[in-house]
């Protein structure tokens, strides 16, 4: 089955930069559009950044012009690129997979990582 293992997350100050990465295994990584999704304390899972299977992305209006999602086939892997961070941006990121042609809903992913906790100080 397949199996998302997330790694970046951590501490920054406001205006900082982090990047994730999400590497995928027990799959053929090119069947997959992936995403990032953010889970804030007592808030609903919101989508962050997807990406189809061959490098088109969209992003949510809260952070475009600041993430940018890209995927490296060869690597399995996808990434998360934060810039500009700001303490709204404090959430647990997931990141997620699903079949080629399906959307950006959340029910759409059959497969999600574990979760990443990123924390942005002001």
């Known amino acids: 089955q397949v199996a998302l293992v997330e790694s970046g997350g951590g501490l920054a100050q406001a205006g900082g930069s982090l990047r994730l990465s999400c590497v995928l295994s027990?799959?053929?990584?090119?069947?997959?559009?992936m995403a990032w999704f953010r889970q804030a304390p007592g808030k609903g899972r919101e989508f962050v950044v997807g990406i189809n299977w061959s490098g088109t992305s969209e992003a949510s209006n809260s952070v475009r012009g600041r993430f940018t999602i890209s995927r490296d086939n060869a690597k399995n892997t996808v990434y998360l690129q934060m810039n500009s961070l700001k303490p709204e941006d404090t959430a647990v990121y997931f990141c997620a997979a699903r079949p080629r042609f399906y959307s950006y809903l959340s029910t759409d992913f059959g497969s999600w990582g574990q979760g990443t906790q990123v924390t942005v100080s002001s």
């Open positions: 027990g799959g053929t990584f090119t069947n997959y559009g």
